[in-house]
């Protein structure tokens, strides 16, 4: 059976938790899961005095990948490239050159940097790359590239990925072959550190949702990780 419910106040998450606890799936709203480690201790799932997670130690390279073009990820796009390496996806290039030129250009970025990539977009940008290559082929021909992207970043030994969009989060999982996350410190409400396995070699993913997060978000992210 399937059941979608959902909620009108905090109260309720908690009740929608209880009842849901022990389904093999459940899925939805990151604040549906904080009532869910209480309960896991109630009914002996998780030991009371469980440890921490402890941050892998990871080389210092990192990337940043941002498909999104929400108002938040735009601002936040804007304050990183105020002082950090930055190039931009444009739909348009993709369709003709594919993204050899950035995966060149990554692969020119110091082995210690966090270099940020983007397809984010003002609204009239968006539309406009849109009308004239269709929205889907349009959106496909950015995650692709941001999934080739990750992937070269991880062969060239980055373990560090900050993933702005939830396609893009898609595209770059599939891409690593992330199945299985490990979670971690929050970075921001709802956005959390995570760390997998990535063909033998410990990473540190997070996936971030349009409007999550403040301005700051990619640099307090990259701190976050530094301090665990």
Same mark, same amino acid.
């Given at each position: 059976?399937?059941?979608?419910?959902?909620?009108?106040?905090?109260?309720?998450?908690?009740?929608?938790?209880?009842?849901?606890?022990?389904?093999?799936?459940?899925?939805?709203?990151?604040?549906?899961?904080?009532?869910?480690?209480?309960?896991?201790?109630?009914?002996?799932?998780? *030991?009371?005095?469980?440890?921490?997670?402890?941050?892998?130690?990871?080389?210092?390279?990192?990337?940043?990948?941002?498909?999104?073009?929400?108002?938040?990820?735009?601002?936040?796009?804007?304050?990183?490239?105020?002082?950090?390496?930055?190039?931009?996806?444009?739909?348009?290039?993709? *369709?003709?050159?594919?993204?050899?030129?950035?995966?060149?250009?990554?692969?020119?970025?110091?082995?210690?940097?966090?270099?940020?990539?983007?397809?984010?977009?003002?609204?009239?940008?968006?539309?406009?790359?849109?009308?004239?290559?269709?929205?889907?082929?349009?959106?496909?021909?950015?995650?692709?590239?941001?999934?080739?992207?990750?992937?070269?970043?991880?062969?060239?030994?980055?373990?560090?990925?900050?993933?702005?969009?939830?396609?893009?989060?898609?595209?770059?999982?599939?891409?690593?072959?992330?199945?299985?996350?490990?979670?971690?410190?929050?970075?921001?409400?709802?956005?959390?550190?995570?760390?997998?396995?990535?063909?033998?070699?410990?990473?540190?993913?997070?996936?971030?949702?349009?409007?999550?997060?403040?301005?700051?978000?990619?640099?307090?992210?990259?701190?976050?990780?530094?301090?665990?």
């Amino acid at each position: 059976a399937h059941v979608v419910v959902d909620a009108v106040a905090n109260d309720d998450l908690g009740i929608i938790a209880a009842a849901c606890r022990k389904m093999k799936l459940m899925t939805g709203g990151s604040a549906v899961a904080m009532p869910l480690p209480a309960l896991y201790r109630q009914d002996g799932l998780l *030991a009371a005095d469980a440890p921490s997670l402890q941050t892998p130690h990871l080389p210092a390279g990192a990337v940043i990948l941002s498909g999104s073009c929400s108002a938040m990820t735009n601002d936040q796009v804007a304050a990183y490239r105020e002082h950090g390496p930055a190039l931009r996806l444009d739909p348009l290039d993709l *369709a003709g050159t594919g993204p050899a030129a950035a995966l060149d250009w990554l692969a020119a970025q110091p082995a210690d940097s966090a270099p940020m990539i983007y397809a984010t977009a003002a609204p009239d940008d968006v539309r406009a790359a849109q009308d004239q290559l269709g929205s889907a082929r349009a959106g496909a021909l950015v995650e692709d590239a941001l999934a080739a992207l990750a992937l070269a970043a991880f062969n060239a030994g980055r373990r560090r990925f900050v993933v702005a969009g939830g396609e893009t989060s898609g595209a770059v999982a599939q891409a690593l072959g992330l199945s299985r996350l490990n979670i971690g410190a929050e970075i921001a409400p709802g956005v959390p550190w995570t760390f997998a396995t990535v063909k033998g070699e410990d990473v540190a993913v997070t996936l971030k949702s349009g409007n999550f997060g403040d301005r700051d978000f990619f640099t307090t992210a990259l701190t976050r990780l530094e301090a665990s």
